[in-house]
């Protein structure tokens, strides 16, 4: 039995070393980041909205008296203790503890455009 000669064996090991190395092309880095990426944007896709419009399509209540989306009347309405907790969000404008009060804020869409408010996004 003949035994390799030692520049065979080192290229072997080397070569070996370098596909192990390389793998299937795509780095563990960039392959983390994209997932991120996705993650990121599927987050962006749910949470993004015009915040310029009169009324908060996302959370059905107008925008200027959104506690979800104005951190100035959120702060309000805690310190006024009209707050959930639970839903993180105004007491007054929870519509799982209190769906009532979705009728309430669906007649002022109706009041000002003379139609039913689109449907809130995250039902």
């Known amino acids: 039995m003949r035994i390799s000669s030692p520049k065979v064996v080192i290229t072997s090991a080397l070569l070996m070393a370098a596909l192990f190395t390389v793998g299937c092309g795509k780095d563990t880095k960039t392959a983390e980041a994209d997932k991120a990426n996705v993650a990121d944007q599927a987050e962006s896709a749910k949470t993004d ?3 310029g419009e009169w009324w908060c399509a996302e959370h059905g209540i107008p925008e200027e008296t959104c ?3 104005n951190a100035k009347f959120a702060a309000e309405c805690q310190k006024k203790g009209d707050w ?4 993180d969000r105004p ?3 929870c519509f799982v503890c209190h769906p ?10 109706k009041a000002k455009y003379g139609k039913e408010p689109p449907p809130i996004e995250d039902e």
């Open 84 to 87: 959930c907790e639970m839903h």
């Open 100 to 109: 009532e009060f979705k009728a309430k804020f669906a007649a002022q869409y």
């Open 49 to 51: 909205h015009q915040h």
């Open 67 to 69: 506690g979800q989306c």
């Open 91 to 93: 007491d007054s404008q």
